[in-house]
C-alpha cells in the first residue's frame, strides 16, 4: 500500500464487559475482536466510503486510526511513515482530522463557537494564521457568516452546528478529514448542502476523505471508492460505480437492496438482510456472514473465505466470489 493514510491488515481487541470479580480482577475480562485483520488504503485527493451496518467496526477503525484506541495487531502509516506511539499520533492529529457524528455534542455548550474554533491551534502550540480574524475566516471559508462565531452551540441549527465541526476539522489544514456520518439527523437539503461543501473543499485543498455512513445515497454521490465492512472484517471494496452496479458479496448486495427505491420495480426484496449482526461476542465459525447469506452452503460455516482480487481494483471476501461476479453479469442488482 501507498497512500496518504494505509491501514495494513489491522486486528483491534477489547476486553469484554464483564459482571462481578472479573472487572476487578485485571486480565481476568474475555476479550473481544472489534477489528480482524483489517487493510484498507486512503489516497491523496480520494474520497472512499466506509459503510457497513452498526456494529461493524467503522466508528472503531476511525478511532484506532487517529491514536484514540490501541491496535492490537498490524500496521498504521501516514504519508509513508509508520505510527507507532503515543508523539507518532500527536503528529498524525495535525495532517489528519476527525469530525464527530454529533457536531453539538462535540461542541462545548459553555463556549461561544469562536473561542473553540482556535482550540486546535492553542492545543497543538500553532500560531493563528489570520491573527484575531481567524475565526471568522474558519466559518466564512465553510459558508457561514463570521457573526456565527459569537453563538453558542445550541443556537446553531444542524446544518450551521455542521458547518462549524467541518471549519473546525479543517483549522491546521489537514490532508485527510475523516467524517463520521457526516449528513446524520440532517434534512435532505441540508444534507446536499454539506455534501458540496466537502467536495469543493477536496477540490480547493487537495482533501482525502474518509467518509463513514449508513447512507449509500451518499457514497454514492461523493465517494471514488467504497470499502464495505461485516463485524470488523473487510467483504468487499472497489470504485463505487463498480461496487453499487456489481456487487459481488452477498453482504454488499443486500445493502444496496435495502436503499429506499421510488421505483417498486427496482425493489429486492428478495435480497433483504435477514436477522441481527451477530455479537463480537459470539462470532459465527468460518464466514462470519453464513448466519443470514442467502447463498450460504456448509463450507461457509467451517471454512474463513480469503480475500479474492476480482481485479486488480476490486476485493471481495466470498468463497464464491467468481459465481457471483456470473450471475452479476446477467443483470443489475439494487440499481
Known sequence: MSGLYDVDNVSLDLAAPSAGLQRLLPGSAPRMTILSSLSLSIGHGEMLGLVGESGSGKSTLARAMMGLVDITDGKLSFEGRPLKGRADFVKVRQGAALMFQDAVASLSPRRKVAAQLIEPFQINGVPLPDGNRAPAVMLERVGLSSSLGQRYPHELSGGQARRVSVARALALKPKLVIADEPTAGL???????????????????????????????????????????YLGRMAEWGPTREVFARPYHPYTRSLIAAEPQADPRKRRPDLALKGEIPSVLARPSGCEFHTRCPIARPRCAVEEPESNMITPDRMVRCHFAEETRIETQGGNHGT
Open 187 to 229: 434534512d435532505v437539503s441540508v444534507q446536499a448542502e454539506i455534501l458540496n461543501l466537502m467536495t469543493g473543499l477536496r477540490s480547493d485543498m487537495g482533501l482525502s476523505f474518509l467518509i463513514i455512513t449508513h447512507n449509500l445515497a451518499v457514497v454514492r454521490h461523493v465517494t471514488d471508492r467504497v470499502a464495505v465492512l
